[in-house]
């Protein structure tokens, strides 16, 4: 819809944002005059809650909120997506990762049985390399998308892996990363996943061969089709490579990479975690999916924790979003979910092609408390900057052991949270005043298993989704992303060409020549 549209509820909300900005406002005073304020903004969901009440939220806001919601036409954006229709309106195309958390779809059972057959396979030792030994270790060879998903999950539930199986992430084009990735492991008892949806991504292809020629260090070139399999829209290409068909597995177009760990690209998560556990995984989100698609806008998290968001964004120019996660399992959300909303919230366009003229994605960024406490909290609490905190914590430990070191751990993240909501007394010096009326929201969960991080990681899906609904943007296309890629190859022709370089900027053309100068080419 067009944004004009909405207009009498964003003037609504501009008007009722100027009492929450008055000199004298303070949130801790909405917590004095409502005892129950706990109770009213916050919502639990089986194994996770969600605080929303430390936020600049009155009786009088979230009304307002959800009627925004609604001359967005976020419910009609909602079903939309789970009726498969092509969302993704600058590709054509529909935006199902839901699918792939519903195993009555013929395609998604059918892949899941496959990646079950591999996973039993490889744990019971039936998978051998060329050698005729068994798999060991686990290197998955991908980016973005492709390797952050399943980097967060598996470094999540680490305590669910399996014994023997060692699982390793190479990303980066960097030949260190290579190097310290191969480090110590064995041609003969590595098993490489190459995760690439059009099987051309520079990274990912410039590692494989790099991996491809270790292997062949060793073994014959046939000795691929032991050590290789491949995730890809792309099978031709995989099977070029040296892949052997029963182990390429399908990605589809409608599966977007930041969306897509639910699918085959959560190989190396059945392979670490079990089979078991990847479907806990799957039901977890699945069970988010219903939440999401069923509940009223009143009740529904990944909505409110949008319009938390979008209030912030739209009204009190909120430029960043800080991820802090009380749990060092999670260290790699605040990464997972910085491809998650900025590839997909950084737009300038709305859906109609028209540039936007008002503000979009924030910045999503963060670390794990209590070191974060230590480093850029000091900013949140005392500094200029208006930036909204999510807090994510467990409400017991991962490992079920030391309850006095968890308690510590929680004791920090509640007393966090607090002090950005409710400040210093009066009183204070001005050097050690801390003004208060920070917002936060707090996302607690029962524990770290699957399931619930499952719903975890869906919530934020949905949530970005709702964003992008509300901001009339599509969340996923990524064309800034694919002129990085094009450019890359211009510029890497240039190493080589002369010619290649007539059509480059003084600037990178300098910085070519310069390094071709210290690196004696």
Not at 208 to 237: G, M, Q
Request: aromatic share 8%; charged share 20%.
């Amino acid at each position: 819809m067009d944004r004009t549209e909405s207009n009498s509820a964003r003037l609504a909300l501009e008007e009722h944002s100027e009492s929450f900005k008055r000199k004298n406002f303070q949130l801790r005073e909405l917590f004095a005059a409502d005892s129950n304020r706990f109770a009213d903004f916050s919502l639990r969901h089986e194994g996770l809650l969600f605080d929303f009440s430390k936020n600049l939220l009155s009786g009088e806001t979230l009304p307002l909120l959800l009627d925004l919601a609604q001359q967005c036409e976020v419910p009609a954006a909602i079903n939309a997506m789970f009726a498969g229709d092509a969302i993704n309106r600058s590709e054509g195309r529909a935006a199902r990762h839901v699918a792939l958390r519903d195993s009555s779809e013929p395609e998604v059972a059918e892949t899941l049985e496959r990646v079950e057959q591999l996973v039993e396979a490889v744990h019971s030792g039936r998978w051998t390399g060329h050698s005729g030994a068994p798999i060991t270790d686990v290197v998955n060879i991908g980016i973005g998308g492709s390797d952050l998903g399943p980097a967060l999950v598996c470094d999540a539930l680490s305590h669910y892996a399996h014994s023997k199986l060692k699982l390793h992430f190479l990303s980066n084009i960097d030949p260190s990363h290579l190097q310290s990735t191969l480090q110590g492991l064995r041609p003969e008892t590595t098993l490489f996943v190459i995760a690439s949806k059009s099987f051309t991504t520079l990274e990912t292809l410039s590692n494989a061969e790099a991996a491809r020629d270790w292997l062949c260090t060793e073994a014959s070139p046939e000795a691929t089709a032991k050590h290789f399999i491949a995730i890809t829209a792309n099978s031709k290409a995989a099977l070029e490579f040296g892949i052997a068909q029963e182990n390429v597995f399908p990605i589809w177009d409608w599966v977007g990479g930041r969306f897509s760990l639910w699918s085959a690209i959560g190989i190396p998560i059945a392979l670490s975690l079990g089979m078991d556990n990847f479907r806990q995984l799957l039901a977890g989100a699945r069970s988010m999916d219903q939440h999401f698609s069923t509940a009223a806008l009143a009740q529904n998290m990944p909505v409110l924790a949008a319009l938390i968001s979008y209030w912030y964004r739209e009204f009190f120019s909120a430029h960043s979003t800080a991820v802090v996660p009380y749990c060092q399992s999670l260290n790699l959300l605040p990464s997972y979910l910085q491809q998650l909303c900025m590839e997909s919230l950084g737009k300038s366009v709305d859906q109609e092609g028209a540039p936007v003229d008002y503000a979009t994605g924030d910045v999503i960024w963060g670390s794990t408390g209590t070191n974060g406490q230590h480093s850029f909290f000091q900013l949140l609490l005392q500094g200029t900057e208006f930036i909204p905190v999510d807090f994510i914590a467990t409400a017991s430990a991962v490992d079920g052991s030391n309850v006095d070191a968890q308690r510590k751990l929680l004791a920090n993240c509640l007393s966090q949270s607090l002090a950005l909501m409710q400040g210093t007394a009066d009183g204070e010096p001005t050097h050690k005043r801390v003004t208060g009326n920070k917002p936060s929201n707090t996302l607690l969960l029962e524990r770290l298993d699957p399931y619930n991080l499952g719903m975890l990681l869906a919530l934020y899906e949905h949530k970005v989704y709702v964003l992008s609904a509300l901001w009339s943007i599509n969340a996923f296309d990524q064309w800034g992303v694919e002129l990085g890629k094009n450019l890359s190859a211009n510029i890497f022709a240039a190493f080589s060409s002369e010619a290649s370089s007539r059509s480059i900027d003084a600037s990178t053309l300098g910085l070519l020549r310069q390094v071709k100068k210290w690196s004696g080419d």
